[in-house]
């Protein structure tokens, strides 16, 4: 049976076990509540896919708690989405890194161009933070059966998987239903990217401060 359970130390190191062990833990972002598991394991990602029935075709998220873990993990941010996750990292941004021959992440997409991609995020939550400094980098969706309205409260997660996943961890109402913006680095379009979700940041937030930052094309 599943557990919900508020945040405190304890219940952080439970969570970072279940990680570690292939299982599923909902947590609260910035955003919305994500259901999260170990990036390099194959089946904890079935079950993600499985429980929420949501197309393959559909990337996962990697959560980070800070832009230093990128290259451990075999990814780099290319230049001008460099400049922007400066900008609105930790936030509800999410670029997408390149993957390096090293990267061991199951949760990395080809492009028809043969690029391996990874879509990031570093949410701006000190609860957040506080799991992912404890589990270490994690797989993530919304918390919600795919088609459906994305999770802003604990209650909502269960009332989607019930007892799919093994720990619920209780931050509370999240700020509201939209998402994180997600941006591409395309040097054929306009300034150099291209937004493929406009979520919490306007598609406008994003270009101006990219010309901010020192101009388009990552020059």
Request: aromatic content about 4%.
């Amino acid at each position: 049976m599943s557990v919900i359970r508020t945040i405190d130390d304890d219940v952080v190191a439970q969570a970072a076990a279940i990680i570690r062990d292939g299982g599923l833990v909902v947590v609260p972002t910035d955003t919305v509540y994500g259901v999260a598991c170990d990036p390099t394991s194959p089946e904890a990602i079935d079950r993600v896919y499985a429980i929420k029935g949501r197309p393959r075709y559909k990337a996962l998220q990697v959560l980070l708690s800070s832009v230093d873990e990128l290259d451990a993990l075999g990814l780099d941010l290319p230049v001008p989405l460099n400049r922007l996750a400066a900008t609105f990292l930790p936030g509800a941004f999410s670029p997408i890194a390149v993957a390096r021959e090293d990267c061991r992440l199951r949760t990395v997409r080809e492009t028809p161009s043969g690029a391996r991609t990874q879509g990031i995020r570093i949410p701006n939550s000190v609860l957040t933070l506080r799991i992912l400094r404890a589990t270490g980098p994690v797989a993530a969706s919304s918390a919600n059966r795919s088609g459906g309205e994305s999770a802003q409260t604990v209650e909502e997660c269960v009332e989607a998987f019930g007892d799919e996943v093994d720990l619920y961890l209780d931050g509370g109402p999240t700020q509201g239903h939209v998402s994180s913006t997600v941006v591409a680095a395309n040097p054929l379009a306009r300034d150099g990217i291209e937004i493929l979700r406009e979520g919490v940041i306007p598609e406008s937030t994003v270009r101006r401060a990219l010309h901010l930052n020192g101009g388009s094309l990552g020059a």
